[in-house]
């Protein structure tokens, strides 16, 4: 902006004035709105990554559990110690997790006082207390639904089964669910001071994966796992390793539920509590033959002890 400064005489050249002015110009209507925007856009990615964090520690617990229990379980082999990463290609790439101790019971200077004050359940009143236990600890867990008990000639039988409400694993998947593996690990204290081994057996119900392949993950391999996962929550929670004898996945054979296969009850664990003589048994059938003799020339036959045959003798009829 130009002003010509008049005064007295000559002429004057005009000297130049300017004026600075806060007139607005052409970006201060917009100067404030990219910067909500710049703002609003952080806020929605810093959201994004929250959820994503949540999702991955998720994720991870599951896994690290998945882990641990299937290293008590003896599926992934493991020591109770955290070894390095193998740096070769042929080492295992599985991140190991420490274990806690099972209480063995067979090592150190008071093992044999331990094994001493273990109880022995053998007649049917001794497993109907245990049973009686075992039944209360479901009710304190919540799961007094789901805990079924029969005394049998051979020990103890604990059906642990889903109900229509509540099931003991995640559907179609080998990891329990928060509250039974609470209730096992309660149990495992009681398991611990018995004598008595068991027997783990998984069941599934019908129902059969969408891939039937021969190698595909079947009710077997869900029922076998289910089962692993079980023995893992009980070492977890004290029992000793040696008081598991088996452990066995019968996927869908065995329904508690013939008239309806694909039934929630059909889908359990069972804990059956063997007698001396029926863990002798059992032992028996997979452990080293006896004495065989020949009946003919390829074919052979255990031969029982000389007390077994006596005992056989005095029971047959004698003929006139």
């Known amino acids: 902006m130009q002003a010509n400064k008049k005064g007295g005489g000559g002429d004057h050249h005009g000297e130049t004035i300017v004026k600075r002015g806060g007139g607005k110009h052409h970006d201060d209507e917009h100067g404030g709105a990219w910067k909500v925007a710049f703002a609003d856009f952080c806020m929605a990615l810093m959201a994004l990554f929250l959820v994503l964090w949540l999702i991955a520690s998720q994720d991870a617990a599951k896994a690290k559990k998945i882990v641990r229990d299937n290293m008590a379980s003896g599926m992934i082999e493991g020591s109770g110690s955290k070894p390095e990463l193998a740096s070769n290609p042929s080492g295992s790439m599985i991140e190991r997790f420490e274990m806690p101790k099972s209480n063995g019971g067979s090592e150190g200077p008071n093992a044999g006082k331990q094994d001493a004050a273990r109880t022995k359940y053998e007649s049917a009143s001794e497993l109907a207390a245990l049973a009686r236990a075992l039944q209360q600890m479901s009710v304190d867990a919540g799961l007094s639904s789901n805990l079924a008990t029969v005394v049998t000639p051979n020990g103890l039988r604990v059906m642990l089964h889903d109900t229509d409400r509540q099931g003991m694993f995640e559907r179609g998947s080998p990891l329990p669910t928060t509250k039974f593996a609470k209730l096992l690990r309660a149990m495992a204290p009681l398991f611990e001071k018995m004598e008595n081994q068991m027997l783990i057996v998984g069941h599934t119900d019908s129902l059969q994966y969408t891939y039937k392949g021969p190698m595909g993950y079947s009710n077997t391999?869900?029922?076998?796992?289910?089962?692993?996962?079980?023995?893992?929550?009980?070492?977890?929670?004290?029992?000793?390793?040696?008081?598991?004898?088996?452990?066995?996945?019968?996927?869908d054979r065995a329904p508690l539920d013939v008239a309806k296969p694909a039934a929630a009850?059909?889908?359990r664990i069972e804990l059956l509590i063997l007698t001396s003589a029926q863990a002798a048994s059992v032992k028996?059938?997979?452990g080293t033959p006896g004495p065989t003799e020949s009946l003919t020339q390829d074919v052979t036959v255990s031969k029982p002890g000389e007390e077994a045959l006596q005992d056989l003798r005095s029971q047959m009829a004698k003929k006139p």
């Open 265 to 267: 009850a059909n889908r």
């Open 284 to 286: 028996a059938m997979f």
């Open 221 to 251: 391999s869900l029922s076998v796992n289910r089962a692993l996962a079980a023995r893992g929550e009980l070492l977890s929670g004290g029992m000793r390793t040696e008081s598991v004898l088996q452990v066995v996945g019968m996927a």
